[in-house]
């Protein structure tokens, strides 16, 4: 099951909101010499935050590997451990899952480092000075194609299969990839490391938990998906006088929204191991790339209300 839908609106809405901090330039922006301006005036000042120090990418890319040096961990402590009642997960399965968390936690390192290199080369601030409506839309039409196409390929068709997987983790980096000029590297480091804790106790509980207990719960969650994703286009087209109504939205997709994909982590761990039986009795094939897919998704969406929310807390405090 994709749950694409859902995280297609707050990078929309990070976008729109990165865009209103670009500086003004005289005129239109939709004039060409004018949007250049804005982009290149507002690329030099990013330059001189701190997110662009050497210190600061240094410490970055150690915390992401800390992390991701965690989680390959924490795959191997926690999901290997002998803890089901009927003796255990089954070697096919555990092997089944540690292959998946594996690509997920590959296809997050894509995600990051894809999102650096265009913070790098000023791809950002040019998906900055876009329309919100058209990043969100042309990003969705991106990113559904090429995950779509990704889980057409047969697995054992490598290459292509592959490269349209690269290709959709390349869509999601640039989704994410304005928030990271908002936020400051330690703030990110925080989310990372909460959104770690957060999917490896659920996926515990999941793994560890009776055959299919969960899979019955993706009907609602898909519904609770739907109802997070229009909450965040509600800043697109609600009045900025309706305060209230606003905050409500806020809220439902910050917190809703953590309450959501959490169930989907849940969902998703028994729905690999699900697959990983059929796949032990040649129902299926072997496909980790693909249950890797839901995963990272679940990941991101966590990620970005997890920075959000550390941000407001960290406003309020000034």
């Not at 990418?57 to 009927?86: K, Q, S």
């Amino acid at each position: 099951m994709s749950f694409t839908l859902a995280i297609r609106a707050g990078p929309a809405r990070l976008a729109s909101r990165a865009s209103s901090q670009l500086p003004k330039a005289k005129g239109s922006m939709s004039s060409g010499p004018a949007a250049a301006a804005a982009i290149r005036a507002f690329h030099q000042s990013a330059t001189k935050n701190t997110f662009f120090t050497s210190r600061a990418v240094t410490v970055t890319l150690l915390t992401g590997g800390a992390i991701f040096g965690g989680t390959l961990v924490a795959i191997n402590v926690v999901f290997n451990r002998e803890t089901r009642e009927d003796g255990g997960m089954p070697v096919f399965e555990r092997a089944y899952l540690n292959s998946t968390f594996m690509h997920t936690g590959l296809g997050v390192g894509i995600i990051g480092l894809s999102a650096y290199q265009m913070i790098q080369s000023g791809f950002v601030y040019r998906i900055m000075a876009t329309n919100p409506w058209v990043f969100a839309i042309g990003g969705i039409a991106i990113s559904m194609g090429s995950m779509f196409a990704t889980r057409a390929i047969d697995p054992d068709n490598y290459v292509p299969k592959y490269a349209m997987w690269t290709v959709f983790n390349a869509t999601q980096a640039a989704f994410i990839a304005p928030l990271m000029t908002m936020a400051a590297p330690a703030l990110l480091a925080r989310a990372g490391l909460y959104t770690v804790a957060m999917m490896g106790g659920i996926s515990f509980v999941g793994a560890t938990a009776k055959q299919e207990k969960y899979l019955y719960i993706g009907g609602p969650l898909l519904a609770g998906a739907a109802i997070v994703a229009v909450s965040g286009f509600a800043p697109l087209v609600l009045p900025v006088t309706a305060v209230r109504t606003l905050a409500i939205t806020e809220n439902l997709w910050l917190y809703g929204g953590l309450a959501v994909f959490g169930g989907f982590t849940l969902y998703d761990v028994q729905k690999v191991l699900h697959h990983a039986r059929l796949a032990e009795r040649g129902i299926i094939k072997k496909d980790p790339v693909n249950e890797s897919i839901s995963l990272e998704l679940d990941f991101l969406n966590i990620f970005i209300r997890m920075v959000q929310i550390l941000m407001m807390q960290q406003n309020r405090r000034k």
